[in-house]
């Protein structure tokens, strides 16, 4: 099992940044990050490979967020960045963390993310 713990969720204004940082506590092969406003279903927003040694360091971006938000193994052992940069109102949600079983390393496949963080909100104003 994996347990997941994000920061970094913070008001902001329209074209400011923030960087979202996430710590699992358990091996994965793969962190990603989904969002989700109140009524509407979870989405996904960006997801890496991140086990092991290996060079890859794939990354997988929704189209909204493509050339805006980027991924990143963070400095700690199992760990992302997403920092958010041009950020939009529309941006506003619940940000959580995510991770799949310890042997799935399809990272880029989005429904196979099963364990979640406890969110952090970001809001976006004009």
């Known amino acids: 099992q994996v347990q997941l713990v994000e920061s970094g969720g913070e008001s902001v204004q329209a074209g400011g940044s923030l960087r979202l940082s996430c710590v699992a506590s358990g091996f994965t092969r793969c962190m990603g990050w989904f969002r989700q406003v109140p009524g509407k279903e979870r989405e996904g927003v960006a997801s890496m490979y991140i086990g092991g040694n290996s060079p890859d360091a794939s990354t997988y971006y929704a189209d909204s967020v493509k050339g805006r938000f980027t991924i990143s193994r963070g400095n700690a052992k199992d760990s992302t960045y997403l920092q958010m940069n041009s950020l939009k109102p529309g941006d506003t949600a619940i940000y959580y963390c995510?991770?799949?079983?310890?042997?799935?390393?399809?990272?880029?496949?989005?429904?196979?993310?099963?364990?979640w963080g406890q969110g952090t909100q970001v809001t976006v104003s004009v």
């Open positions: 995510a991770a799949p079983e310890r042997w799935v390393a399809q990272c880029g496949d989005w429904s196979v993310y099963k364990y």
